[in-house]
């Protein structure tokens, strides 16, 4: 065991934590004023729904070694699962560091969903859907792409901290559900505005600096390889901020906040799987070509298909993902990490449809069952809002509790 | 009895009530609200949408005078809002049927004082 190793997998673990608040602040400016509880409350439910169900059977079916599909329910309630490193996870820490550091990453996948939702979903359906999706979509993907056995990771798919796992599954996932449940009323005469822009950056800046962890933390060590993540991680941010500022200003004649402050997300997004395999120059070229694939989906093709993705989980998310994890097909390279393999540009086209073929398996399956499991709690209890409800808002209707205070 | 309602640009307030002050008319409420005239608006962009609302900030002046009081305090509200350019506002005057002082409980002309 490793004390520095141990010690960084920790710091990440808390690091990744804080990225789900910080998505809360992200998104709970993005809402109407009226909104902005619900959005807290669903990030901050999920936290703690999440934390409790990783440990009784989450971890247990993505990473105990079941078949190619399935991780078996062997470490229920964390059994087997002790202080000693696992080795086929990570030899120099305990396993339960292993554990936890992955319980974050379920905590925020999640999360990540319900920026399409946003404005109309009542909470006890979110609850019941967040649950059966985080059983039946994130514990299969995951397991497939980075448990032992996990049919993905034999094929060589290349995922290092969760392109796949987690955006490009949560994002077509929210996809799927922005379709099911319909576009929020009156969007053409009312074009909701974020209530607090503030909010947004420091959701970006929690969001980043989080990320440190989710990204230089996957690999495991205090070494080289983190180096090389952290670095990339923050370049490719940096580059894709500055790509959704340019671009906005030459499409809409000046940079927003909300575009540059998106950018720098969508970059973290597409970095991700890419973090552990590539180098700088290619996380720069990822940074700034993610802006705008992100954009066109965000304003032409949601505009043109007009499917109300409330707070672009899709179009950041899954788009960034898929972006992200071609460009490790084409990008990667052994020489930054020798467990890896080589991309496209270093003589390997055979990664690149290995990826394709991961991103394929992804959206297909996690947009079919997350459809599936919506009817199901749709059937049973309902999942939209009535339309009082929706006008009135979701922090007096869902939680009869106001944000901000009129008078006092 | 005179009420005066006054809607001006945000940055002239404090010129208004140094007037109004100037005038001897030192009762006085202030709101914010958004509103427009002839004005032209702002066109905001939110990632792909564009908002095109128009509605900017102002500050709303209530001020209660009795009838003597009533041209000078437009006197002091013109000069001290007054810019030349579209946006400068409005002076609205309504009659007013009564005023009461509520911790004495007069009323009329010696409640507006």
């Avoid at chain 1, 859907?129 to 798919?157: D, Q, S």
């Avoid at chain 1, 420091?202 to 983190?226: E, K, R």
């Avoid at chain 1, 700034?288 to 992100?294: A, I, M, Q, T, W």
């Amino acid at each position: 065991m490793n004390s520095g190793d141990t010690a960084w997998v920790l710091i990440s673990s808390a690091l990744v934590m804080l990225m789900t608040p910080g998505l809360a602040f992200f998104y709970g400016g993005m809402v109407r004023k009226k909104n902005v509880l619900s959005i807290l409350m669903q990030c901050f439910i999920v936290l703690c729904l999440l934390s409790v169900q990783w440990v009784l059977y989450g971890y247990s079916i993505s990473f105990a070694p079941g078949d190619g599909f399935w991780g078996g329910f062997k470490w229920a309630g964390l059994a087997g699962v002790g202080l000693e490193p696992y080795a086929d996870y990570s030899a120099t820490i305990p396993h339960q560091a292993f554990m936890i550091f992955q319980a974050m990453f379920a905590i925020i996948t999640p999360a990540l969903i319900l920026g399409a939702f946003a404005e109309r979903m009542k909470f006890s359906a979110f609850l019941a859907f967040i649950l059966l999706w985080v059983t039946f979509v994130y514990g299969p993907v995951c397991h497939w792409v980075w448990g032992m056995g996990g049919w993905l990771r034999k094929l060589g798919a290349l995922d290092f901290a969760g392109g796949t796992v987690v955006h490009i599954n949560a994002g077509i996932a929210a996809l799927a559900t922005a379709i099911a449940i319909g576009r929020r009323k009156n969007l053409d005469k009312n074009v909701p505005t974020p209530h607090n822009m503030p909010f947004v950056v420091l959701g970006t800046a929690l969001l980043w600096f989080g990320w440190f962890g989710f990204n230089a933390g996957s690999a495991l060590a205090a070494n080289g390889l983190a180096v090389n993540a952290f670095v990339v991680t923050n370049t490719a941010a940096a580059a894709a901020g500055l790509s959704w500022a340019f671009i906005e200003w030459i499409k809409n004649g000046k940079p927003t906040v909300l575009g540059a402050a998106s950018g720098a997300v969508a970059g973290l997004v597409a970095i991700t799987p890419a973090a552990g395999f590539v180098s700088v120059i290619p996380a720069i070229f990822i940074g700034l070509l993610v802006s705008l694939f992100c954009f066109i989906f965000v304003s032409r093709v949601k505009t043109k298909f007009a499917y109300d993705d409330s707070l672009d989980a899709f179009g950041v998310h899954c788009v960034g993902g898929v972006w992200g994890a071609l460009a490790t097909g084409l990008f990667a390279s052994k020489a930054v990490n020798p467990a890896g393999a080589d991309g496209l540009f270093f003589g390997n086209p055979q990664q690149f449809l290995v990826q394709i073929a991961a991103v394929a398996v992804t959206l297909v399956y996690s947009f079919a069952v997350s459809m599936v499991i919506y009817k199901i709690v749709d059937s049973v209890m309902g999942v939209r809002v009535g339309e009082k409800e929706e006008a009135m808002g979701l922090d007096l209707t869902q939680h009869h509790e106001r944000a901000y205070t009129i008078l006092e | 009895m005179k009420l005066v309602i006054a809607i001006i640009q945000p940055d002239k307030l404090e010129e208004v009530k140094d007037e109004l002050y100037r005038s001897e008319i030192n009762l006085i409420t202030v709101s914010e609200v958004l509103g427009h005239g002839r004005q032209k608006g702002v066109t905001e962009f939110y990632r792909g949408a564009k908002e095109t609302g128009n509605l900017l900030r102002k500050i709303r002046l209530e001020i209660a005078v009795n009838d003597t009081f009533l041209e000078p305090a437009i006197k002091a509200i013109v000069t001290g809002a007054k810019t030349g350019e579209t946006g400068d506002g409005k002076i609205f005057v309504l009659d007013m049927k009564e005023c009461v002082r509520i911790r004495t409980e007069e009323r009329g002309s010696t409640a507006i004082g």
